[in-house]
């Protein structure tokens, strides 16, 4: 597969991505560990070389299992985990980025991973409570001790990314962003490419929107986070089905599938993003992985562009407390 390079930093990876958190959380009930193995190392067969996790997810067990199926290619592969939550044995959580909560959480997540050093390091959501200069030199101090290669944020706003950045360089900015949710494009992207810093969008098929399996009559599981987000309810999800109309409609002409037209679509925007679909499935990562090679006309493009501007963005795209989770 190809590569590309994430901003300025020099963090070379493939060019599509592979977000594990489905594997253990989010999605109804976690895959058994021998499955979750085997599709990460699918994966890396594939030439898959960057593999997002979180200490959220599960919590925890999604770091163990990335760390037991990549040590055998530890050293071809890049590994990104997050900090920045306070997890309790209930699964509840709450924003914490206070240094020594990033000290205490990396070196657990080192342990997890099974790793001396993390690849790429997200403070997972912005704390209000924490100054983010202080969130960047802890980070700073991280890479200083060989603990950590590069530094990144989740979700953050403009002005977060800049103070990030003026403390300890960015390498990397995830965020949500596809077909199903441009908002990125209005100040983020030109920021991020000011300064040099790539884009890892995740739920880059609009958790499964894009793909056509889910339409306004999809009824989703006990544990299924979608069951409890705004912009998959069935009025939503009817007024998008013309996007989905269209992916299905150029994909036909192109012996694709309307997941790899969406993640093409992704692909042409900038050179320096790189999305990280999730999936449980081997055939579905094959069939992601496979959008790297599909190459839409500038006609394709702009009709998706523009039947994508129809979407009403309006809608929420998380339950309240969640949404304030997101920095502006």
């Given at each position: 597969?190809?590569?590309?390079?994430?901003?300025?930093?020099?963090?070379?990876?493939?060019?599509?991505?592979f977000?594990?958190?489905?594997?253990?959380?989010?999605?109804?009930?976690?895959v058994?560990?021998?499955?979750?193995?085997?599709?990460?190392?699918?994966?890396?067969?594939?030439?898959?070389?960057?593999?997002?996790?979180?200490?959220?997810?599960?919590?925890?067990?999604?770091?163990?299992?990335?760390?037991?199926?990549?040590?055998?290619?530890?050293?071809?592969?890049?590994?990104?985990?997050?900090?920045?939550?306070?997890?309790?044995?209930?699964?509840?959580?709450?924003?914490?980025?206070?240094?020594?909560?990033?000290?205490?959480?990396?070196?657990?997540?080192?342990?997890?991973?099974?790793?001396?050093?993390?690849?790429l390091?997200?403070?997972?959501?912005?704390?209000?409570?924490?100054?983010?200069?202080?969130?960047?030199?802890?980070?700073?101090?991280?890479?200083?001790?060989?603990?950590?290669?590069?530094?990144?944020?989740?979700?953050?706003?403009?002005a977060?990314i800049?103070?990030?950045?003026?403390?300890?360089?960015?390498?990397?900015?995830?965020?949500?962003?596809?077909l199903?949710?441009?908002?990125?494009e209005?100040?983020?992207?030109?920021?991020?490419?000011?300064?040099?810093?790539?884009?890892?969008?995740?739920?880059?098929?609009?958790?499964?929107?894009?793909?056509?399996?889910?339409?306004?009559?999809?009824?989703?599981?006990?544990?299924?986070?979608?069951?409890?987000?705004?912009?998959?309810?069935?009025?939503?999800?009817?007024?998008?089905?013309?996007?989905?109309?269209?992916?299905?409609?150029?994909?036909?002409?192109?012996?694709?599938?309307?997941?790899?037209?969406?993640?093409?679509?992704?692909?042409?925007?900038?050179?320096?993003?790189?999305?990280?679909?999730?999936?449980?499935?081997?055939?579905?990562?094959?069939?992601?992985?496979?959008?790297?090679?599909?190459?839409?006309?500038?006609?394709?493009?702009?009709?998706?562009?523009?039947?994508?501007?129809?979407?009403?963005?309006?809608?929420?795209?998380?339950?309240?407390?969640?949404?304030?989770?997101?920095?502006?």
């Amino acid at each position: 597969m190809e590569t590309r390079t994430l901003g300025r930093s020099g963090l070379e990876v493939s060019a599509v991505g592979f977000g594990c958190m489905g594997l253990s959380h989010g999605y109804g009930t976690q895959v058994d560990d021998a499955h979750g193995i085997e599709v990460i190392r699918h994966a890396v067969d594939l030439g898959v070389t960057f593999f997002d996790t979180a200490q959220v997810y599960g919590p925890f067990v999604n770091e163990q299992l990335v760390g037991t199926a990549l040590a055998p290619v530890r050293d071809e592969v890049a590994i990104a985990t997050k900090f920045g939550f306070d997890v309790d044995g209930a699964g509840g959580s709450e924003l914490n980025s206070t240094p020594e909560n990033i000290r205490r959480t990396v070196d657990a997540s080192l342990g997890r991973l099974g790793v001396e050093r993390i690849d790429l390091l997200y403070q997972h959501r912005v704390d209000p409570a924490v100054p983010i200069e202080d969130v960047a030199g802890t980070v700073k101090g991280l890479i200083e001790a060989g603990k950590v290669a590069h530094f990144g944020l989740s979700e953050a706003g403009v002005a977060t990314i800049r103070r990030a950045h003026a403390v300890q360089p960015v390498t990397t900015l995830q965020s949500e962003y596809s077909l199903w949710w441009r908002e990125p494009e209005a100040e983020i992207l030109p920021t991020l490419a000011e300064l040099g810093i790539g884009l890892v969008p995740f739920s880059p098929l609009g958790k499964g929107f894009l793909t056509g399996t889910v339409d306004s009559t999809t009824s989703f599981g006990d544990g299924d986070l979608r069951a409890a987000l705004p912009r998959y309810g069935e009025q939503a999800l009817r007024d998008g089905q013309h996007l989905v109309d269209l992916l299905g409609a150029i994909a036909r002409g192109k012996g694709a599938t309307p997941a790899q037209v969406a993640l093409a679509w992704l692909l042409a925007q900038r050179p320096w993003i790189v999305p990280i679909p999730g999936t449980t499935k081997t055939a579905r990562l094959e069939e992601n992985v496979g959008a790297a090679s599909v190459e839409l006309s500038e006609d394709e493009r702009e009709q998706l562009t523009a039947a994508s501007a129809l979407i009403d963005t309006s809608v929420a795209r998380y339950p309240e407390k969640m949404q304030s989770w997101i920095d502006r």
